[in-house]
């Protein structure tokens, strides 16, 4: 079988919104991916969880866009099409995309649904795909909930990443805001940097 | 016959191009791949598309038609073993003619054309075929150094159905010469960087209507064992 090589990364640049995150930010173009990631109906616990980028200074990055994967109440990930026109009022698409740019700190914020456990060896999880100006790659690391700890010391990943690292990952518990709250910094570099992945 | 070399992707750190330098992880990455495999990504179905998101010359039209060179843009997306990729979401964006993007963080003294966003989206139909038609974007200065000027390029965004198939980059035009003096273009190795150039295809043209360029996208991941 022949091989192909693959195409390049590169950066998405400072200039994505008006395409991926038109809504959010304004601008005269429809989004078919959206902060929140279920609808009112949704079973489950609802959750919003909030965070930030933040440089090998500790600066909020304020042209990151963050992408959210994660299964549903039930540890299921949604495999029928994504119809936005058509679906997104009620159904849970556990796909969601929001810039940095918007929010005063350059914080992300999310509405979605604690997600139950994929299967055995996994604690509830969401994963992360990080792309902004000055990253040639996208970056992919997993958010786990600080309150899972039982399940959190079996979760297969978690055991692969080195002890004082799986902080990294952990979002804490947050009170206010109507909801269940969580929130994750996610550091590019320095003493708390995020375990990012390689696949 | 030189063997292909397949290490194709930039580095994470790359200082000539100066946001990498405090933006790029410092630690090796944590190798998921066995652990993750049977993650499949979110697909989309047609609806997503509405009447005019493939023809950014036709999409944000106010009062008449956008200024500059109306292209065509076609390829197909594959992955590494050549299988055509049904189904694949392209987000795109891109500056006008004059080389200045709709973003507000904009800067670039040129001016905005009332009639052209420069976003689009397409899916690829069951060849893994895909097209669209825009306007060719022009070269903007930019602050990396002095004098910094980026290549005329179209931003993708694609969105595969394996973990590793998500992909953002970006193409650019034959012949540009920009190439030796753009730092972001210079991260991908040097045999690696035609990958990121579209093809000229005169027979794909629409005759007294679109000059054609061909991009085709091949999604990643190191799945060995295929080749192995």
């Known amino acids: 079988m022949e091989r192909l ?11 994505f919104a008006y395409s991926l995150t038109a809504q959010q930010y304004g601008y005269p173009y429809d989004s078919i991916v959206h902060h929140a ?11 919003y969880i909030t965070g930030r980028v933040l440089d090998g200074q500790g600066a909020p990055v304020p042209d990151a866009v963050v992408e ?46 604690k997600p139950g456990a994929v299967g055995p060896g996994q604690a509830p999880h969401i994963n992360v795909t990080l792309f902004m100006r000055g990253s040639l ?63 | 016959m030189e063997p292909v070399n397949f290490d ?23 190798p998921v791949r ?4 049977d993650l499949s990504l979110p697909v989309f179905g047609e609806s ?42 392209l987000e795109i964006w891109q500056a006008n003619a004059a080389g200045r993007y709709v973003h507000r963080r904009e800067v670039h003294d040129a001016p905005l054309d009332p009639n052209f966003l420069g976003g689009g989206r397409v899916l690829t139909d069951r060849e893994g075929r895909y097209s669209f038609y825009t306007i060719k974007p022009g070269a903007y200065p930019w602050g990396n150094h002095h004098n910094a000027w980026r290549p005329n390029h179209i931003h993708f965004s694609v969105l595969g159905h394996q973990l590793a198939h998500r992909l953002v980059t970006q193409m ?26 579209a093809r000229f295809r005169m027979d794909w043209t629409d005759p007294e209507f679109a000059l054609a360029y061909e991009f085709n996208i091949v999604l990643g991941g190191h799945h060995q064992s295929l080749f192995e």
Request: charged share 20%.
């Open chain 2, 172 to 197: 650019y035009f034959p012949g540009d010469p920009l190439f030796e003096f753009d730092p972001i273009y210079q991260s991908v190795p040097a045999h690696a960087r035609e990958l990121l150039v």
């Open chain 1, 37 to 47: 990631l279920l609808g009112p109906a949704t079973p489950g616990q609802h959750i």
């Open chain 2, 34 to 37: 066995e652990l993750l495999k």
């Open chain 1, 68 to 113: 959210l994967w994660q299964a549903d109440a039930q540890g299921q990930y949604r495999t029928a099409p994504i119809n936005p026109r058509e679906d997104d009022g009620r159904d849970f698409t556990g796909f969601g995309r929001v810039g940095t740019g918007t929010q005063a700190g350059a914080v992300f914020r999310f509405e979605t649904i």
């Open chain 1, 137 to 199: 790659h996208g970056l992919r690391t997993r958010l786990y909930f600080e309150d899972e700890a039982a399940a959190n010391a079996h979760d297969e990943l978690l055991s692969a990443v080195p002890p004082e690292r799986r902080a990294t990952l952990l979002a804490r518990c947050v009170a206010g805001g109507g909801l269940p709250g969580y929130h994750l910094d996610i550091h590019l570099q320095g003493a708390e940097e995020t375990v990012f992945f390689t696949l």
């Open chain 2, 48 to 89: 997503v598309l509405q009447q005019f998101d493939n023809d950014l010359t036709k999409n944000a039209r106010v009062n008449g038609e956008p200024i500059g060179e109306r292209i065509k843009v076609a390829g197909r997306v594959f992955d590494e073993a050549g299988r055509p990729q049904p189904n694949v979401l």
């Open chain 1, 5 to 15: 090589r693959q195409t390049p990364s590169q950066t998405v640049g400072p200039f």
């Open chain 2, 8 to 30: 194709v992707q930039p580095p994470h750190l790359y200082p000539p191009y100066k946001s990498t330098i405090l933006r790029s992880p410092t630690r090796p990455l944590l």
